[in-house]
């Protein structure tokens, strides 16, 4: 498995504003990813993340709403711009791990985030 | 139709009963298969990887019926810290890390 970390774990926020979302792995990885799970739904993949290169984008997500950056290996950072309450959510970083037969994703605790 | 479909309960067992839940997906080309639980309030956390075989652990069962599109987890005498939301996840295409989320089945198990 991995240890990941986010920051900060819950934000209420105004609208207009922005908030970036820290997610920080104990170990180097190639992927990461940014999720997105709306109240009472499931999780919505926004992007994914490799270092060195841009993200790429899920359909219904834009890199001016959502930049993503992935300066190493063991960190990436997300952020929520303009925000509507529309944008309020949990946000999940996870990262992809090499099992004995299959690849896996292990997940982060989320940033909870509402915006008023 | 959705591309993973679960049933969203509840489902309200009593402790040390047997519970099934059923996954459908819509990809045919789909090649790796979880079960993941998810706790109220927290992230979701890997239960079991399902095989074409069929695997076990412990108490959980997973079944992969590749002809029909769907999957299976079984619960063995069902214990109280087992009350969560089980989500059925499937990878969008063969060799991809696009993970597909089913909605979640809510599981509770009652004293």
């Known amino acids: 498995s991995a240890v990941i970390s986010q920051k900060p774990s819950r934000d209420i926020c105004q609208r207009g504003t922005s908030l970036t979302i820290q997610c920080q792995v104990d170990?180097?990885?190639?992927?990461m990813f940014w999720y997105r799970q709306q109240p009472g739904q499931s999780l919505t993949l926004i992007a994914t993340?490799?270092?060195?290169?841009?993200?790429?984008?899920e359909s219904g997500f834009v890199i001016d709403k959502f930049p993503i950056s992935r300066p190493n290996l063991t960190f990436s950072t997300l952020t929520v711009s303009n925000m509507s309450p529309e944008d309020s959510s949990i946000y999940l970083c996870?990262?992809?791990?090499?099992?004995?037969?299959?690849?896996?994703?292990?997940f982060g605790p989320g940033t909870r985030l509402t915006v008023l | 139709r959705k591309e993973v479909e679960q049933d969203p309960g509840p489902f309200n067992v009593p402790e040390g009963a047997t519970v099934a839940f059923n996954c459908t997906y819509s990809?045919?080309?789909?090649?790796?298969f979880f079960w993941y639980r998810q706790d109220c309030r927290k992230e979701p956390k890997l239960l079991m990887s399902?095989?074409?075989s069929g695997n076990e652990d412990g108490r959980f069962t997973a079944q992969l019926n590749r002809a029909s599109q769907y999957i299976s987890l079984l619960i063995r005498d069902s214990k109280l810290s087992d009350s969560a939301t089980y989500l059925c996840?499937?990878?969008?295409?063969?060799?991809?890390?696009?993970?597909?989320f089913g909605t979640g089945t809510r599981l509770k198990v009652l004293a």
């Open positions: 996870s990262v992809e791990r090499t099992g004995a037969s299959t690849d896996t994703q292990y």
């Open positions: 170990s180097q990885v190639t992927m």
């Open positions: 993340a490799n270092q060195g290169s841009e993200a790429t984008y």
């Open positions: 990809n045919s080309a789909s090649q790796s």
């Open positions: 399902v095989y074409s």
């Open positions: 996840v499937v990878n969008a295409e063969a060799g991809t890390y696009k993970y597909i």
